[in-house]
């Protein structure tokens, strides 16, 4: 198909294990890439993908869309004024209720049978809008727990992050209790800074101290549109040539991070993150 068709790009979507092979088939018929999270089942794997795409030159992203939800982006335009001075404390709190029984996920059923779960494929979102918000994450010290026994992999963690610039946050989630209230955004947060706090709720909206300022009420599409919004950046960067928010190369960072809370996990420590 892709030697007939000669597409602009491809839209990889499937699950992590068949992602390498997928971005060789483009490589090298050099056919840029959009795709999916989480990058790899393996740290070896992710690296060989990233190296898949620079050795032939191809333009190659990860779609880690949670970045472009929208209540993110204003939060970011506002740490950047200054809103709140220097932030000293963030916390990311994340819950559903759907990894109860005997039949888990009914959305996802192939959780099931992960051997790594919540982090590589739920905090992992978290993880990365840090590392959008707050910069590269230096360290990490997690926990984690299998509460659900029909399922492979670990369905609780609670993760203290620290960034470069010593600013430190907590990410925690689990599945099995109702979130404080259900929204798109999935997460409740709060930023506190020398001058402020923002805080954010499922619902999306954004608020300074008791100001509203991020109302999502109206906004169509999937989670604040960021799905479309990712996919736009993606066109729009191929078109002008600028690079990727989360191209293959920089999102290692976020592999990177992800793996050190599983060692971090593994060995009851807090783990450096590697400079990649």
Known sequence: MLDQERPDFVD???????????????????????????????????????????????????????????WYRRIRQLLGGGAIGRPVFYHFHTRRRDGLGDAPYPNQPYFKEM?????????????????????????????????NPVIAGEDLAVMVVRH????????????????????PAMCEARIEGLDGVLALGSSGAVSLGSELVFDPFGIPGYKGDS??????????CLRSGHSFETDADGYLATVAAVEAAYQSAAENRPVVVPDR
């Open 115 to 147: 051997p790594r779960l919540i982090i590589l494929e739920t905090l992992v979102h978290f993880l990365d809008t840090a590392r959008f918000l707050f910069g590269d994450v230096e360290e990490i010290y997690c926990q984690t727990e299998r509460i």
């Open 164 to 183: 470069r610039g010593g600013l430190r946050g907590v990410i925690d989630g689990h599945r099995f209790a109702e979130p404080g209230e259900e929204g």
């Open 227 to 236: 799905c479309r919004a990712t996919q736009q950046h993606f066109v729009d």
């Open 12 to 70: 990889i979507v499937t699950r992590p294990a068949t992602h390498l092979p997928l971005v060789r088939l483009a490589a090298e018929r050099r056919i840029a890439a959009l795709c999916q999270k989480p990058m790899a089942n393996t740290w070896k794997e992710a690296v060989e993908i990233a190296a898949v795409a620079r050795r032939a030159g191809i333009r190659l992203m990860m779609n880690e869309n949670w970045r472009w939800q929208p």
